[in-house]
């Protein structure tokens, strides 16, 4: 079985400052691993995802996250956040046969002024 | 951006009715999903379908039905309405099946069960 938490369920951060947004996931196989961010009231779109290779992932809008085994953890990143960054983002994680990935609560970003 | 639209968007309606939500995709993609979202829930997989005809369960299906006659839509229908369904629906669809697939998302539903 598979499962992801997102620690955080809320994060606010001010306009051009560094954003984590945490993720962990468990499972007993290999797995692949996802970001997708929520706009208000729109439908979710792929920000980056990890398959295997090098375990630095670069995503759209300069997002990026870093898929650690040791740790099971796959956190997003970015150096400097804007106004249009506020959004929800959701980590997914697929694992063995199933191509249906289990997504987390979701943990929604705040940017400030 | 991925075709896929999602009717109505917007629904309200009383307990006990029957409602059926609309997916159609232009994208002529195998897989299609519906998934429930709510605060403090995140996505939950209702019901899934990995061709025509071709259906199975998710993790939240109780008090769903779904069904996908035509590769480019697919209906979930909620057979007697209840509070606890109200939420925002998600179409999703796949192209493939394979590890690591990327989801299309539509815009989403509304649904107001009174």
């Known amino acids: 079985a598979q499962s992801v938490t997102q620690l955080d369920s809320q994060v606010p951060v001010f306009e051009e400052a560094p954003v984590e947004l945490r993720c962990n996931y468990s499972?007993?196989?290999?797995?692949?691993l996802f970001w997708y961010v929520q706009y208000p009231n729109q439908g979710l779109q792929l920000l980056l995802k990890y398959l295997s290779g090098s375990t630095l992932v670069k995503g759209i809008n300069g997002f990026e996250a870093e898929f650690n085994k040791s740790q099971t953890s796959f956190h997003l990143r970015k150096p400097s956040v804007h106004i249009s960054d506020t959004a929800e983002y959701f980590c997914?994680?697929?694992?063995?046969?199933?191509?249906?990935?289990?997504f987390g609560r979701g943990t929604s970003l705040i940017v400030h002024p | 951006d991925a075709g896929i639209t999602q009717s109505p968007r917007h629904k309200v309606t009383e307990t006990g009715t029957p409602v059926t939500l609309r997916c159609h995709q232009t994208e002529n993609h195998r897989y299609m999903y519906w998934y429930r979202q709510d605060p403090g829930h995140g996505l939950r997989l209702i019901h899934y379908?990995?061709?025509?005809?071709?259906?199975d369960k998710g993790e939240v299906s109780d008090g769903y039905s779904v069904s996908r006659s035509k590769t480019e839509d697919f209906l979930l229908t909620l057979e007697s309405a209840t509070s606890s369904q109200t939420s925002v629906y998600f179409c999703a669809i796949s192209d493939t099946g394979g590890l690591g697939n990327e989801q299309f998302f539509g815009p989403g539903t509304r649904l107001t069960v009174l």
């Open positions: 499972s007993s196989v290999s797995v692949y």
């Open positions: 379908s990995y061709g025509v005809k071709d259906t």
């Open positions: 997914a994680v697929g694992s063995g046969g199933s191509y249906i990935p289990t």
